[in-house]
């Protein structure tokens, strides 16, 4: 039988142990810097030990900007030659700005597909609970969001910031999110094109990775969609990973996974 898991405020403590298990770039501080807009939890088991962890934030962007690429289409057409194309456009924006976002989404590296479901499951709840019991903030959206990450090959790299990002930046990302933390990305923003950008003119790996979430997100992506998160056509700047969302009173309590029968 599964042990049981149980959701809790994170502690300064469990931060050695959390440390490994998150992306460059992800916020570290505990506890979290202002109880108001944001709050750390964590998954634990037995002897109270953490299994996997997330971080809500009530309300973004209204401090430091954020940016996503909208993912959308521009149609060519001169119907007298008969000509009709159908191209796909990338265009920088600040969209989601105020709304919550479930962030920092992480677990133990050993945790199989099951496991980690099991303790995904109740976190995720535990994080819609807190949304639907506290108060809107100034400036919210009643959206949720969450990013996926994007693919990468199998060096770390990914095909969608190697043909978009780096001819205007051609730093290190994780380097540089490894440095900047959480604010990396706004600042890396201030490089990248204001026009739309067609993604006939990126490099079949950077337009096949458009929307794509790395596959080891498998069952993160199945809860947050049994959550009611769907994706909207926003993709992260860095990887191109699909942001998905869901107006808050649109969201639906995962269920608890089943275990599986014994063998």
Do not use: K
Not at 6 to 12: I, P, S
Not at 161 to 171: A, C, I, M, V, Y
Not at 214 to 243: E, F, K, M, N, S
């Amino acid at each position: 039988m599964s042990p049981r898991v149980h959701v809790r405020a994170a502690r300064a403590a469990d931060l050695p142990l959390l440390q490994p298990w998150l992306r460059p770039g992800a916020a570290r501080a505990l506890p979290a810097a202002d109880a108001r807009t944001e709050a750390w939890l964590v998954a634990a088991g037995a002897g109270d030990q953490p299994l996997a962890c997330l971080r809500l934030r009530h309300v973004i962007g209204l401090d430091l900007p954020r940016h996503w690429y909208h993912a959308g289409w521009v149609v060519h057409a001169a119907p007298e030659l008969g000509l009709f194309q159908r191209l796909q456009t990338l265009q920088l924006g600040n969209d989601l700005t105020g709304a919550s976002e479930l962030a920092d989404i992480a677990w133990q590296p050993m945790l199989d597909r099951a496991g980690q479901a099991r303790v995904l499951a109740p976190l995720l709840r535990g994080a819609i609970a807190m949304l639907r019991g506290g108060m809107p903030l100034p400036g919210a959206l009643p959206l949720l969001i969450a990013e996926l990450p994007g693919r990468r090959d199998a060096d770390g790299r990914s095909p969608f910031w190697q043909g978009l990002g780096r001819p205007f930046h051609d730093g290190d990302p994780a380097q540089a999110a490894q440095q900047l933390g959480p604010a990396w990305r706004s600042h890396v923003a201030a490089l990248m094109p204001r026009q739309p950008v067609y993604a006939a003119f990126l490099p079949p790996g950077a337009q096949a990775a458009i929307g794509q979430a790395d596959p080891a997100q498998a069952v993160l992506a199945d809860l947050l969609g049994a959550a009611g998160l769907r994706p909207d056509g926003h993709v992260t700047i860095d990887d191109g990973g699909p942001v998905l969302t869901a107006p808050l009173q649109a969201l639906v309590p995962p269920p608890t996974p089943t275990a599986p029968p014994p063998a």
